[in-house]
């Protein structure tokens, strides 16, 4: 009987459930923000008084003006940058775009509340204050489970995406919170705590939601030439402002400057590099769009961690250096083994450009950490940089390299047994996914305008309705 509750026939009606869904959960974020979310004092209107009584002369010091360019460069990331990533399927453009659009916005949401909670809940009022840098965490808290969407793209209903995003961003914070306050772990671009989490994490739900017969699908899981190059806007957009993702949140002056450049050299590496194992792995050495769309990036992703550190210039690029060949293989090889071996579906091989680069960018910043020295760093820059103040003043940088390690088992623990777990929950009849043979089909889930144009151009420059029929 458990199988046949589990292998029922498919039924992809969504009507019912995604708008409640969306109502009640939307509804519990207006009700939780009352209680609450409010202004923290640089977006309050108590600013004025807040700048006399702390002697700051000028408006320009509100971290506002500081935090804000950092945050439009995260934000186009997420939306633009993810969303466009995953158009490179022929039938799932509007999934991919769109189910991106619509998790992480309630994601962003949720994520204000969870890391409130964990972060910057004040005892003596019970509330959270909210200002800039609160928004570039939240679009960071989503990044995750953007990267797991990754992973499940064109096999999963959009109720289970917000699934995946409510446990998702409830992950992310408690091992954000383990691995930056207990631990101390210094992570400012997420190698550990966004990419190795979210990477596992989409993973681990993959595999326990194994389709046996997705090659019944397998017209559809391809690219086609526009779609390739609609991916190629995402990772391009992606490309340009990881500098500014991965030095968003570090602290104030050369921290910031450093991860920028880092991460700068970093990912120009990881281009020339993958370029050339993409067109060493074919017979007459053409070039593979998905090697260009995705480990091209990889250099971004395992600077997280050792960006803000004094890698040097040359140590970036040495870093860039090798995840691009490591993410190019990875699609060349492990993608492929993962599916036939472990039974693992990979849509986007998160596993070569978030996963395995995350986990390695992880341990690259737990050796330059450790590697630290007071003659590389001065007294003052070591404290300042790995914030070896209050309870972890005595905090030596080998120990805290170890510590450093010890993060990135924890993001790699979190992401393999929550995604199991929300995995078996999304194995329940009850979530209207779409059947083996109908996945990567934005049919299942969306209006798509027929191909075929039969009307002369001439009439229908803007009209959006052409196609919707007349049954609503």
Not at 60 to 65: A, G, L, P, Q, T
Not at 125 to 132: M, S
Not at 433 to 458: G, R
């Amino acid at each position: 009987t458990v199988v046949n509750f589990f292998g029922r026939q498919k039924n992809t009606n969504v009507r019912v459930s995604l708008p409640a869904v969306c109502f009640v959960w939307q509804i519990a974020m207006i009700v939780l923000f009352g209680v609450f979310i409010r202004y923290d004092e640089e977006s309050d209107a108590h600013w004025v008084e807040f700048k006399q009584e702390n002697n700051i002369t000028s408006d320009i010091e509100n971290d506002f003006y500081f935090r804000y360019p950092s945050f439009q460069d995260v934000h186009v990331m997420i939306f633009v940058g993810f969303g466009f990533l995953m158009t490179f399927l022929k039938r799932y453009s509007f999934g991919g775009v769109g189910f991106n659009f619509l998790i992480a916005s309630f994601g962003l949401q949720w994520a204000l509340l969870m890391q409130g909670w964990f972060h910057s809940l004040d005892p003596a009022t019970g509330k959270i204050y909210i200002g800039v840098e609160s928004l570039i965490n939240a679009d960071f808290c989503c990044a995750g489970s953007l990267i797991a969407y990754g992973a499940l793209l064109g096999k999963v209903s959009p109720v289970q995406l917000m699934v995946v995003t409510l446990f998702g961003i409830t992950l992310f914070a408690v091992e954000e919170y383990i691995i930056l306050d207990l631990l101390h772990c210094k992570d400012a671009g997420g190698s550990m705590v966004i990419h190795a989490f979210g990477g596992y994490y989409g993973l681990a739900i993959s595999w326990v939601l194994y389709r046996p017969n997705l090659h019944q699908s397998k017209r559809l899981n391809g690219s086609v030439y526009h779609s390739d190059m609609f991916a190629m806007i995402g990772t391009l957009f992606l490309w340009m402002f990881w500098p500014s993702f991965n030095s968003a949140i570090t602290d104030h002056g050369d921290g910031q400057h450093r991860a920028a450049i880092n991460t700068y050299l970093a990912l120009a590496s990881s281009v020339l590099t993958t370029v050339a194992i993409s067109s060493m792995s074919q017979k007459r050495g053409k070039l593979d769009m998905v090697h260009i769309q995705n480990a091209t990036l990889a250099g971004g992703v395992a600077m997280g961690t050792a960006a803000e550190f004094m890698i040097t210039p040359y140590g970036s690029l040495i870093v860039g250096f090798c995840t691009g060949i490591i993410s190019t293989f990875g699609y060349l090889f492990v993608t492929p083994c993962l599916e036939n071996s472990l039974k693992l579906q990979d849509t986007c091989g998160v596993h070569n450009l978030h996963a395995a680069p995350g986990m390695l960018g992880g341990f690259i910043g737990a050796i330059v950490a450790a590697a630290a020295s007071e003659s590389v760093y001065s007294k003052e820059g070591l404290i300042n940089t790995f914030d070896f103040e209050g309870e972890f003043a005595n905090r030596s940088p080998g120990t805290q390299g170890g510590f450093q390690a010890a993060g990135v088992c924890v993001a790699i623990a979190f992401g393999l047994v929550g995604g199991a777990i929300v995995g078996f929950i999304l194995r329940f009849p009850i979530w209207g996914d779409p059947a083996d043979d109908n996945c990567f089909d934005d049919e299942v889930y969306w209006e798509v305008p027929e191909e075929e144009e039969t009307i002369p151009p001439v009439l229908e420059y803007n009209n959006h309705m052409i196609h919707k029929h007349q049954d609503m």
